[in-house]
């Protein structure tokens, strides 16, 4: 038993709305693991294009997306060239449009409100529509609901939705979330994964364990 073949985009038979992006994705500031999947009937190939908003290689700014994780349609990823300049007295962007507005523009008053990079951890579940704004970390193990707006970082196993998107509650106990991420079972190699899977999709932590 081994598991799908991570280096094919479409990996399920008849079903080419589900793709392991990894594949399709060419963005040198876009970083994705394996078996990573985004779920969408509409050319889910185009994630970078449709879901990764704002990201220009000018801001320096990366998406890190770790692997095993479920990305559901309309997934939003809001970069930092999203941001207008908040140091003056207006949000209003006068130094695109040029004509002389560009002439005392300080890129300086962009970068202010930069965030730094999204990073989303391994094993999450981002639901439909969720939208995540720059600079945050998802935990693994996390869960988005669907259409939540998430604004903050949000911890290794919890819970989080609404808008803004606030921690609903966790899904296991400090102890066994502690126990996940020391085992960190995402980074062994598929034929361990694939001899664990019963541990790892039963809830089995004394197996897990047993075999990290």
């Known amino acids: 038993m081994h598991g799908p073949d991570p280096s094919r985009p479409y990996p399920m038979q008849d079903h080419p709305r ?4 990894r594949n399709v994705v060419t963005a040198p ?3 994705i693991g394996e078996y ?9 190939e185009r994630f970078a294009e449709k879901c990764v908003l704002y990201h220009y290689d000018f801001m320096g700014d990366r998406l890190v997306i770790g ?9 939003t990823f809001i970069m930092n060239g999203a941001n207008h300049a908040m140091t003056g007295f207006s949000t209003f962007p006068f130094q695109i449009f040029g004509g002389g507005w560009e002439r005392d523009f300080d890129f300086e008053t962009i970068r202010a409100g930069y965030r730094g990079d999204t990073v989303v951890g391994h094993d999450v579940w981002i639901g439909r ?9 998802i935990g693994h193990g996390a869960i988005i609901a669907s259409e939540s707006v998430v604004v903050d970082d949000v911890p ?3 819970i989080a939705g609404g808008n ?15 126990s996940l991420l020391d085992i960190a079972w995402w980074d062994w190699d598929v034929e361990k994964i694939s001899r664990n899977l019963k541990a790892v999709m ?6 897990l364990r047993s075999a990290a």
């Open 18 to 21: 589900v793709c392991f992006i």
């Open 29 to 31: 500031n876009i970083e």
């Open 36 to 44: 990573t999947y985004y779920d969408d009937p509409d050319h889910p």
């Open 67 to 75: 692997r095993f994780c479920a990305l559901a349609a309309g997934v």
């Open 129 to 137: 529509g969720a939208v995540i704004m720059p600079g945050l970390t």
């Open 156 to 158: 290794p196993y919890a």
């Open 164 to 178: 803004p998107a606030r921690v609903i509650r966790t899904r296991f106990d400090e102890a066994t979330v502690a």
């Open 202 to 207: 039963g809830a089995d932590l004394a197996a």
